[in-house]
């Protein structure tokens, strides 16, 4: 029954070991979004790297909401978000007497993307994909000519991504004017990959996925240029067009949120200094895009001073143009 | 009369016989169609298990260098390894059979040698056949109130130990069991006609010929816990973790430490399930070759189950 010793020994150890265990090599803790988070890894992978192993950065993939949860609980020292907190975060942080300084980090930019066949979708409107993309579309909306006239007689199959991703609520959220609100008969997924391949096979296919996606699969499918809803002009999501906030409504910056105590932490406001210095040339090499470089002296300037609070008010919002962005960091 | 009776006899007998060789030939002829089919729906099973396989290993054999075990996760997918992950994958499992076989294990010998056979038990034994089918995301929202908050044991080894112990508890106790009742009564009479206690008759006789049972129960739970996600994203595990937990032993007095079951961890399967959404086919390499450690890992740990009740099946006389 030696088993039965080794469990009894392993309990009392483990308890006595309670104690003395926290105070091990500093740590900065980050949870949240998946979308922020290949920007998050280069960094702490980097950041490691530099501070040769004495400080150490652990990331994990909650999701924005879940990672805002274990935030306001103070379980974590950064939270990756990609939306500006919601007003329920923001009542949980502060009845847990948690605050926060806001820092955006990159630009990240939704495609819509057809077959590399299809030789009439060139240019969508954000009413068209709205009617394609509506509750009310479920069941109903089945044909391309349903959408444009012009367009094939043939059955649009969609493809998109799935309820839990951040990537779904901006989507619906920009383009149906309701987070969350979309038909449910189509091909949902929170891999991407599945919906590159699904795209890539079925030549009446529309789909909508991050544009890191397409970057890295060029030829299987086709990006759709957007009409911009405020210039009227038809729009390709490219690297350049939303630096220069054209590509419009389906670019949005991405959030990191450090706890104000944390803040404090040697380590963290660190990692921090280091994020901002290096995360434009580190985000490019993940595929997105870098705000300018004035936006990182704007953020790094708001956590040098501490400024807590969001520029956001706590509601969603939608085509927030990097400019726009920097003079509400400025102002506040 | 007589003499015209023996000739149809034989022509009734000669026609009783083709009958009965027809009869039989039909017979074997369903015969054969069922081992057909039977070969067919275990080949249905091996070749989709060979099929997958293949597909892994040509997606990912050129990822498994020694560099892939020995590196920390990684933006570049050409540098990424899986060192965090199995070093996680190993410490968890350590917990689990620590703290999962002995719990079972006993639970199994209650039920079967000890308990009363009345209602109470009646309700244990329903519940634990239940347990084996809850699903696994469940054992993680439990774990997560009470191991992680309650206990306050955080986002750690110890948590995610103890959580797959308690997801794996039922498939071991009902190995336990099965392997105690294979054992046959006389044996346990035996004993006791010469006046052996209860706890004797179980140290030295039921648990020693159960252990083979026992023992494959162990390894195919822990072979479930290997491939287990849900539960280790509920309580928390993380994705980018480019550190060891501290080392068990120590250099100085008392040369053991247990600082790791507090560690923050991350497992195989996690580490793959990120590496399969990311964009870009060297992510999907990765995955490949990680998956191709955990099909090996999985196959080498029931090999072995195999092979373990196969010695020791060879050393019970009775």
Known sequence: MKPLFTTAGLAAAALLATEVARAAAPEVKIDGSSTVYPVTEAVAEEFQKFKKGAVRVTV????????????????????????????????????????????????????????????????????????????????????????????????????????????????????????????????????????????????????????????????????????????????????????????????????????????????????????????????????????????????????????????????????????????????? | MASLSPPVTVTRAAAGIDELRLNVARRRRWDIVFAAVGLLATSVGVITLLALFVDLLLDGYHRLTPEFFLSYPSRRADQAGILSAWVGTCLVMLVTAAVGVPLSVCAGVYLEEYAPRNWVTALIEINVSNLAAVPSIVYGLLALGLFVYALNFGQSILSAGLTLALMIMPIIVVATREAIRAIPHTIREAAYAVGATRWQVTRDHVLPYAIPGIATGVIIGLARAIGETAPLVTIGALTFIAYLPDPPFTSTPPFVSFDWLWSGFTVLPIQMFNWVSRPGTAFHANAAAAGIVIVVLTLVMNGFAIWLRYRLRQRITW
Not at chain 1, 106 to 125: G, I, R, S
Not at chain 1, 185 to 210: C, M, P, R, W
Request: charged residues 25%; hydrophobic residues 40%.
């Open chain 1, 60 to 332: 994990g993939i909650s999701g924005t909401g879940g990672g805002f949860k274990k935030f306001c609980r103070g379980e974590t020292d950064v939270s990756n978000a990609s939306r500006p907190i919601l007003a329920q975060e923001m009542e949980a942080c502060k009845q847990a007497g948690i605050e926060y300084i806001e820092l955006p980090v990159a630009f990240d930019a939704l495609a819509v993307v057809v077959n590399p066949q299809n030789n009439w979708a060139e240019v969508m409107t954000v009413e068209e994909l709205k009617k394609i993309w509506e509750p009310a579309a479920q069941g109903k909306i089945t044909k391309w000519n349903q959408v444009r006239p012009e367009w094939p007689d043939a059955k649009l199959s969609l493809y998109g991504a799935g309820a839990d991703s951040g990537t779904f609520d901006y989507f619906t959220e920009a383009i149906v004017g309701k987070a969350k609100s979309s038909r449910g008969d189509y091909t949902a997924s929170e891999d991407d990959n599945i919906l590159v391949q699904g795209v890539s096979g079925d030549k009446f296919a529309l789909g909508f996925f991050g544009f890191a996606y397409v970057h890295e699969n060029p030829g299987k499918v086709k990006t759709v240029k957007i009409v911009n809803p405020k210039t009227g002009k038809a729009v390709e999501p490219s690297m350049d067009n939303v630096i220069n906030g054209s590509y419009q409504p389906l670019s949005r910056p991405l959030f990191i949120y450090v706890n104000r105590k944390a803040a404090d932490r040697p380590e963290v406001a660190e990692f921090i200094e280091y994020y901002l210095v290096n995360v434009s040339k580190l985000a490019r090499e993940v595929g997105y895009t870098p705000l300018p470089d004035a936006a990182y002296k704007a953020a790094w300037a708001r956590f040098q001073e501490r400024k807590t609070g969001t520029v956001f008010g706590g509601v969603p919002e939608v085509g927030i143009q990097i400019m726009e962005l920097l003079e509400r960091e400025l102002r506040s």
